[in-house]
């Protein structure tokens, strides 16, 4: 078995019970950052020993993966946050043991959980009924394409952006015609500091901009035409 486990976004206590158990009962459990997923762990009081795996990982990683699977053991695979594969390399992985020439009778199994979308569209109140994800923009390369694409969209549309880049964005909104979008963004999404702002570009980037501390942390936006 080779279970994709959601985990927490921020807060350790959004985890399911049965992401407890799986975590619990595996041989192994694989992991994008040792320590952040050690202090999970420890948390809970699970003793399963973990191997690191994340997007730097090379070929040698995961071929001892498949082999751990061939000799018959069941391993989690956990991200820093969130659920395994989206916006993380965990679907490289799962490509691969899937791809394996051996053929390997491996069940891939999810255990759904916390999801920073999700999260960030359950309380948007904007139309959810449909919506494009597009993961961090690039950084340079294309990006004002796609800046313009997401004005255009008449889907709503969500991002991840830095707390490096979250102004320019907003920025790039504005100058190119998007200054009348409707945005949430959430900032540091079920964590101590938790906050979600609403409004047009302008109006958001006034709020973080009006305080240096509103600029910290991991950023989700939701943008829209519709209310």
Not at 2 to 11: F, R, S
Not at 29 to 53: G, H, M
Not at 75 to 96: F, Q, R
Not at 143 to 158: D, F, G, N, W, Y
């Amino acid at each position: 078995m080779l279970y994709i486990v959601a985990t927490p976004i921020g807060n350790l206590e959004d985890i399911t019970l049965r992401a407890l158990r799986v975590l619990r009962e595996v041989d192994f459990i694989l992991c994008e950052d040792t320590r952040v997923t050690k202090k999970l762990l420890a948390k809970y009081e699970i003793t399963t020993p973990v191997i690191s795996y994340h997007q730097h990982s090379a070929a040698p990683k995961v071929e001892k993966i498949i082999a751990l699977l061939k000799q018959n053991k069941n391993l989690a695979l956990v991200t820093d946050a969130g659920t395994p594969g989206i916006s993380d390399p965990g679907n490289l992985l799962i490509a691969a043991v899937l791809a394996a020439p051996e053929n390997l009778p491996v069940k891939i199994i999810p255990i759904p959980g916390p999801s920073a979308i999700i999260a960030a569209l359950s309380v948007s109140g904007l139309p959810t009924d449909k919506f494009l994800f597009l993961g961090f923009l690039p950084h340079k390369k294309g990006r004002q394409t796609l800046v313009k694409k997401i004005i255009a969209s008449e889907q709503t549309i969500v991002v991840y952006e830095s707390c490096h880049r979250i102004v320019k964005f907003l920025w790039e909104l504005i100058d190119n015609g998007g200054a009348n979008l409707k945005i949430v963004v959430g900032r540091e999404l079920t964590k101590m500091f938790e906050t979600i702002y609403r409004g047009k570009p302008a109006e958001i980037l006034a709020i973080l901009q009006s305080d240096s501390n509103n600029l910290r942390g991991e950023f989700v936006v939701v943008i829209s035409h519709n209310s």
